[in-house]
């Protein structure tokens, strides 16, 4: 499996977490960047959008909320997938109507290999368009 399709951008204030995921996904092939902030992952996206394909997003970090840094990523590339993760239920609605199928959810605590299968899911339809 190709995994051209762009780079993972995964933003979360948990520096172990932040580690394991970025460690996991880079062994199974992917392009994988890094944010514990996210004014930074906002710079990072706007900087290049169309080079990121899927964004894994703590919906709990300080500064820009989940939601907002979700749309402005949104807007900028319109094919982004975001997978938004947290300990807490999350409302994914408003998100989910403007990026239909293209917007998920992982409670927290999560494995490596559901993390995996979740990214997968969302790049699905992307990759059979290569």
């Not at 204030?13 to 930074?40: H, Q």
């Not at 970090?61 to 907002?68: F, I, K, S, T, V």
């Amino acid at each position: 499996m190709s995994h051209a399709a762009g780079r993972i951008l995964i933003v979360d204030d948990e520096p172990s977490l932040l580690k394991m995921m970025s460690v996991y996904l880079a062994r199974l092939g992917f392009a994988v960047t890094t944010s514990d902030r996210t004014d930074e992952a906002w710079s990072e996206v706007a900087a290049d959008p169309a080079s990121f394909a899927v964004t894994v997003l703590d919906a709990t970090m300080p500064g820009l909320g989940m939601e907002d840094l979700a749309l402005r990523m949104l807007h900028v590339n319109p094919k982004l997938c975001v997978l938004a993760t947290s300990g807490y239920p999350v409302d994914m609605s408003a998100l989910a109507a403007i990026a239909p199928g293209r917007v998920g959810f992982l409670h927290k605590p999560f494995t490596p290999e559901s993390l995996a299968a979740g990214i997968r899911r969302m790049l699905g339809p992307q990759e059979e368009n290569l």
